[in-house]
């Protein structure tokens, strides 16, 4: 039944979950359906529609064990949520961020922003230590205040060890910041077992949503200690009630959203999580994308032509599997891949294969023959 969720067309092979995720029949459903009820009735029917932001809002908290859905806020993207936090936290000059050379421009660029403020960003080389986790570690000082990190890196797949990262956070008295986006939708996650501060992730990815919204958690005990920057009717404690004068900030999460809510990508997102949670259930998706990335591995390690970038032991395994092909430019393999109709990204120094749980052994096959070919094509021509 999943699997139906999913009517891609027979030329396509979809392999880039981790960069915009392929929408399930019941999210294209839900989002016409929205549409169609705006051309027809406007918006007659808005308290339904404030029901169904209410359900997403518990399916996110549900999907990061989250304490309360209070502790969720709906956002527009990762990056919003990261400036948020970065722009709420009070800095003084000589305080640390500490980030690693891995991540993506996002979990970067919104720390070494704050550098004008006096703020020092310390970039780590992940492989400066024995393990990826003992590089951040050693990098915590006295003057850090935040280690940001994604949970899967995007360019190379590698699956970081929040748990270790977690508790070193707490031994150092700093705050700890996740970037879930290349987990959530494809891997479990349990932020009451994690311990984290701040876990942020856009829903168009592993989640399977659209473009344009987003979760930002926060602990609640830490609500109140972030500066406000966006301001608005949506964020007050009686936001109901328009002719109010006095006004606070509402006391849940709902304190960052700052305007009306994207209700369009509500539906969407809601509908996605519903195929994600209900039909098949994460521990089983968990299972398919793991399965997936295995298989990928297999026949990839197997190759003559090809060779793999990504770090292939159990613990490091995400939905994300890179390879090069020694001697081809992995660009121009990228290019003949997509130009055939495997979806896939250039990232990490090579291809990035992302399949999420409903792609079939058969396809993933098809895919990794298909870069065998074109690789010998490419070095035959070079």
């Known amino acids: 039944m999943a699997h139906s969720q999913f009517p891609q067309d027979a030329d396509v092979v979809y392999l880039n979950h981790a ?21 027809q009735r406007g918006a007659a029917r808005y308290p339904q529609w404030l029901e169904t932001e209410k359900l997403l809002r518990q399916r996110l908290a549900d999907l990061v064990n989250a304490p309360s859905v209070d502790d969720i806020a709906l956002v527009k993207n ?18 640390e961020v500490v980030i690693n050379r ?14 004008d403020q006096g703020v020092v960003v310390r970039d780590v080389d992940l492989g400066d230590g024995e393990t990826p986790e003992d590089a951040l570690i050693t990098a915590l000082g006295p003057r850090t205040r935040l280690l940001a990190v994604s949970a899967v890196q995007y360019g190379d797949g ?22 879930a986006i290349q987990q959530l939708g494809a891997l479990r996650f349990d932020l009451q077992a994690l311990d984290a501060d701040f876990v942020v992730a856009d829903g168009h990815k592993w989640l399977l949503g659209p473009e344009g919204l987003g979760l930002f958690y926060c602990r609640a005990d830490l609500r109140g200690q972030l500066r406000l920057t966006q301001y608005g009717w949506h964020m007050v404690a009686d936001a109901g009630n328009y002719d109010t004068v006095a006004w606070e900030p509402a006391a849940t999460a709902r304190r960052f959203e700052c305007g009306s809510p994207n209700l369009l990508g509500v539906h969407g997102l809601e509908a996605s999580l519903a195929v994600l949670q209900d039909d098949v259930g994460m521990a089983a998706v968990e299972a ?11 026949r990839l390690e197997s190759s003559s032509l090809l060779h793999v970038v990504s770090d292939p032991s159990a613990d490091r395994l995400s939905g994300i599997v890179v ?27 090579g291809v990035r294969f992302s ?15 298909r870069a065998e070919a074109l690789a010998a094509n490419l070095r035959a021509s070079a």
């Open 158 to 179: 590698l699956r970081m060890d929040l748990d270790r990262l977690s508790g070193a956070c707490r031994e150092h008295g700093v705050l700890f910041c996740v970037d």
């Open 78 to 95: 990762t990056s919003e949520a990261l400036s948020l936090i970065a722009y709420g936290l009070d800095w003084a000059p000589g305080d």
């Open 102 to 115: 891995r991540e993506f421009p996002s979990n970067r660029i919104v720390w070494e922003s704050l550098q």
């Open 323 to 349: 390879f090069a092909a020694p001697g081809v430019d992995s660009k121009a393999l990228y290019r003949g891949l997509m130009a055939e109709g495997i979806i896939c990204a250039a990232r990490g120094g």
């Open 288 to 298: 398919g994308v793991l399965a997936n990335a295995r298989h990928l591995l297999s």
């Open 19 to 39: 960069g915009v995720g392929a929408w399930p029949r019941r999210t294209a459903d839900a989002v016409a359906a929205f549409a169609r009820e705006n051309a």
């Open 355 to 369: 399949p999420h749980f409903y792609l079939e052994p058969a396809q993933l096959d098809y895919a990794v023959e």
